[in-house]
T-cell receptor, first 118, second 114 residues
Framework: TQLLEQSPQFLSIQEGENLTVYCNSS?????LQWYRQEPGEGPVLLVT?????EVKKLKRLTFQFGDARKDSSLHITAAQPGDTGLYLC??????????????????FGQGTILTVHP | DTEVTQTPKHLVMGMTNKKSLKCEQH?????MYWYKQKAKKPPELMFV???????INESVPSRFSPECPNSSLLNLHLHALQPEDSALYLC?????????????FGQGTRLTVV
């Protein structure tokens, strides 16, 4: 079983602070995705990183995929109350072949509950 | 249309009831998923359908029965559930079941078993 360890589990900060969430594994992933989920809603895809060492930016959010494709980080600059939510990393593992097409399975980290206070 | 639509949004059922959860997408995605999520925990994979065929069953109890009538629809039939089955049930879809799967989630059905 491939596991993704996400840290910290809980983060409570003031508006304007910076933060980093980490997602680590001993396994290699084909790609890794970050989702944000608000209470009572489904997870919303933020970004997918595929290449080792890749860095992607989405406004104040910066996502990085480790060189070995085993870990990733999410950095938020100048956090806003609207950033509050559950942040989930999810790694895609290649499962094999079906009908000539390789297919993958999504494994989620434990999640980070972020609260940004005004 | 870039949405995955789930109905109902909320469901309360007794342990002897039979009910169904529905999921629909019109993005042409050929892989569809059911996940179960407890409060403040990550989603747990239950079933995966690829091209309308069941590809993955994560050892889910038989009181949960998935069905994929066509490429746009996914159902989850519920029968004789237990209170511990109360959770948010999420449907997701992706273009195909690939090694770079990007899953898009519905809003979920909040299920309470009484």
């Amino acid at each position: 079983t491939q596991l993704l360890e996400q840290s910290p589990q809980f983060l409570s900060i003031q508006e304007g602070e910076n933060l980093t969430v980490y997602c680590n594994s001993s396994s290699v992933f084909s790609s890794l995705q970050w989702y944000r989920q608000e209470p009572g809603e489904g997870p919303v895809l933020l970004v997918t990183v595929v290449t080792g060492g890749e860095v992607k930016k989405l406004k104040r959010l910066t996502f990085q995929f480790g060189d070995a494709r085993k870990d990733s980080s999410l950095h938020i600059t100048a956090a806003q109350p609207g950033d509050t939510g559950l942040y989930l990393c999810a790694g895609v593992t290649s499962m094999g072949n079906a009908g000539g097409t390789s297919y993958g399975k999504l494994t989620f980290g434990q999640g980070t509950i972020l609260t940004v206070h005004p | 249309d870039t949405e995955v639509t789930q109905t109902p949004k909320h469901l309360v059922m007794g342990m002897t009831n039979k009910k169904s959860l529905k999921c629909e997408q019109h993005m042409g995605h050929r892989a569809m998923y059911w996940y179960k999520q407890k409060a403040k925990k990550p989603p747990e994979l239950m079933f995966v359908y690829s091209y309308e065929k069941l590809s993955i069953n994560e050892s889910v109890p038989s009181r949960f029965s998935p069905e994929c009538p066509n490429s746009s629809l996914l159902n989850l039939h519920l029968h004789a559930l237990q209170p511990e089955d109360s959770a948010l049930y999420l449907c997701a879809s992706s273009r195909r079941l690939s090694s770079n799967t990007e899953a898009f989630f519905g809003q979920g059905t909040r299920l309470t078993v009484v």
